[in-house]
């Protein structure tokens, strides 16, 4: 039994025509949070994501395709329609449920709807309260407008890789990408934020509108201080590997078992480190004493610091740490993660059942006291729900079956 909706958008209705990570991502938010979103696939072959594998969650077979766990992390809490849009019943099709829509996402290139007359200037003459949020690589106008965007590329674009990896000089060096898709969720987030502003605009206006996210802008938003640092006084910081290019000490630290890192990000905090380590005379230490020198000393304090943390165990130091107010904390990988004391008293991991078997995600982040997220289905198998949906918009079984006879369904 499908439980109830209880976020605070389970009064809208969601038509999701995204795939991969950014656009399912919006659509997972939104559905997170209550909304009814109907995932429209391609008939038999389904969302892109549903192929990036290894692992599987449940592995392809002679009779029947696998599903990655790829497409799993971004699908929850959504239906699966398969239609075919490319054919006329099928475009006619998704205007019929586009009728009494509140929202509609979408992450083709650039014009691709509009070819099928499923763009925002077409649709808004059927719903003009329609919210329809367009997420691609590059935006819907500019030069690259017409370029596909993956993640990987736009980390590199978008400057993220400029500064994540080791400096020149050091073992190792050279620009790197983050480990995660972070262009694809920054987007994704964005989209989610630019809808729920739209919505918001909707109940003064009466009127939907078209909202343009790229994975491109969505990565150069995030750079921040970066960002800052250059466009602001001409400075570019570069790749400074996992150490702070404005702060120190700050950074990985050896202990005698294992990795802690170890954050101190103004001169209160380091007083406290350098006291807890033994160390006070750091204080007064002209080098170390404030932390516009301590960022120039970087290399001479992060010996000193390395020195004493590797006479400890990790367990040791983060209690040590943590216990005199110093930021600090171990390198967890999934499984630590998975066990973490406070991971687990925050239920940050939820179990949705399936017919393929228990689908494990990350709970979501939003955490809301009176209509909180909930978890009623897990990502659906390609058309799981195209009969369902067809009854609720009124086609008669013969009708239905028509459809499924031409492979518009």
């Keep these: 039994?499908?439980?109830?909706?209880?976020?605070?958008?389970?009064?809208?209705?969601?038509?999701?025509?995204?795939?991969?990570?950014?656009?399912?991502?919006?659509?997972?938010?939104?559905?997170?949070?209550?909304?009814?979103?109907?995932?429209?696939?391609?008939?038999?072959?389904?969302?892109?994501?549903?192929?990036v594998a290894p692992p599987w969650f449940r592995?392809?077979?002679?009779?029947?395709?696998?599903?990655?766990?790829?497409?799993?992390?971004?699908?929850?809490?959504?239906?699966?329609?398969?239609?075919?849009?490319a054919s006329e019943q099928g475009q006619a099709l998704i205007r019929k449920l586009v009728v009494d829509a509140d929202i509609l996402i979408e992450n083709y290139r650039t014009g691709t709807l509009a070819r099928y007359q499923l763009g925002y200037e077409e649709l808004k003459v059927i719903n003009p309260r329609l919210v329809y949020c367009s997420v691609t690589g590059f935006g819907q106008s500019g030069p690259y407008s017409g370029r596909s965007g993956y993640d990987f590329l736009v980390q590199g674009m978008g400057g993220l890789m400029?500064?994540?990896?080791?400096?020149?000089g050091e073992p190792g060096a050279g620009p790197l990408r983050i480990g995660v898709p972070v262009a694809d969720t920054f987007a994704g987030m964005n989209a989610a934020i630019g809808i729920l502003a739209a919505l918001e605009s909707r109940h003064a206006t009466g009127l939907g509108q078209h909202i343009d996210i790229s994975l491109f802008e969505s990565a150069a938003a995030s750079l921040l201080n970066t960002a800052s640092a250059w466009?602001?006084?001409?400075?570019?910081?570069?790749?400074?590997?996992?150490?702070?290019?404005?702060?120190?000490?700050?950074?990985?630290?050896?202990?005698?078992?294992?990795?802690?890192?170890?954050?101190?990000?103004?001169?209160?905090?380091?007083?406290?480190?350098?006291?807890?380590?033994?160390?006070?005379?750091?204080?007064?230490?002209?080098?170390?004493?404030?932390?516009c020198e301590r960022v120039n000393n970087r290399a001479a304090l992060k010996a000193a610091v390395a020195a004493v943390v590797k006479q400890k165990t990790r367990t040791e130091w983060v209690k040590i740490l943590?216990?005199?107010?110093?930021?600090?904390?171990?390198?967890?990988?999934?499984?630590?993660?998975?066990?973490?004391?406070?991971?687990?008293?925050?239920?940050?991991?939820?179990?949705?059942?399936?017919?393929?078997?228990?689908?494990?995600?990350?709970?979501s982040?939003?955490?809301?006291?009176?209509?909180?997220?909930?978890?009623?289905?897990?990502?659906?198998?390609?058309?799981?729900?195209?009969?369902?949906?067809?009854?609720?918009m009124g086609y008669s079984h013969t009708e239905r079956d028509a459809l499924r006879a031409a492979g518009v369904v």
């Design 365 to 392: 982040p939003y955490r809301l006291s009176q209509t909180p997220p909930n978890y009623r289905r897990p990502p659906p198998c390609v058309g799981e729900h195209t009969d369902e949906i067809l009854d609720e």
């Design 59 to 85: 592995e392809p077979t002679v009779d029947a395709a696998g599903e990655s766990t790829y497409y799993h992390s971004v699908n929850r809490n959504k239906r699966s329609l398969s239609v075919d849009f």
């Design 231 to 291: 466009l602001n006084a001409g400075v570019n910081l570069g790749r400074t590997g996992n150490d702070h290019p404005s702060a120190a000490p700050y950074g990985v630290f050896e202990a005698s078992d294992g990795y802690i890192i170890i954050a101190t990000f103004n001169d209160r905090e380091f007083d406290r480190l350098a006291k807890v380590l033994g160390h006070p005379e750091w204080l007064e230490d002209p080098r170390f004493s404030q932390n």
């Design 322 to 363: 943590n216990d005199a107010t110093v930021s600090a904390g171990a390198i967890n990988e999934m499984s630590d993660l998975e066990h973490d004391e406070h991971a687990v008293m925050r239920e940050m991991f939820v179990t949705i059942g399936s017919v393929h078997g228990d689908v494990r995600s990350v709970a």
């Design 162 to 168: 400029a500064v994540t990896g080791y400096p020149d």
């Design 1 to 51: 039994m499908i439980a109830t909706a209880t976020g605070p958008l389970s009064n809208l209705k969601v038509i999701d025509m995204t795939r991969v990570i950014a656009g399912p991502l919006c659509g997972q938010i939104l559905g997170d949070l209550g909304a009814d979103v109907i995932k429209i696939e391609r008939p038999g072959e389904g969302d892109d994501s549903r192929r």
